[in-house]
C-alpha cells in the first residue's frame, strides 16, 4: 500500500509522542514494549498502532491494558499534536516477529536435514 507523505508525517508525529506516553504509563521493570510500525488511514482519522511486546508470557495483558488507557492516550497525544482530525487509535501486536522465528526454524530445520 502507498502511503501519502501527509500519512507518514502524521504516522511519525504520533510515533513521537506515543512512545514516551507507553513508557510513562505502561512500560515496567518487568516488560519491554516497542512500536514497530504505524499505519495511518487515507482520511487519517484511524492509526493502527503495531507493537511488540517481550516477554512473550505478558503480551495479551499487557496489550489489554494498553487499549484499556486508550482513551487517556489519545487524549493526551492531541493535547501535543495540533491535528485538525484526533485519529482513532488501533492497537495489535505486530506479526512479523512470530513470522521471523517461523522462517529461522525452518532454515535451520532444512540445513540439520542436510548434514
Sequence with gaps: M???R????IASLIKKDLSPLLIETIQDSSCLITITGIEMSKDLKTSRI?????????KETILELINKRTGYLR????SKTKLKYNPLLIFSLDPSPDYEQRIDKLISNIKNEEK
Excluded: G, H
Excluded at 501527509?6 to 508525517?9: D, I, M
Excluded at 487524549?75 to 492531541?78: D, G, L, P
Design 6 to 9: 501527509r500519512q507518514k508525517r
Design 50 to 58: 503495531l507493537l511488540s511486546i517481550f516477554p512473550d508470557r505478558e
Design 2 to 4: 502507498n502511503k501519502s
Design 75 to 78: 487524549k493526551t497525544i492531541a
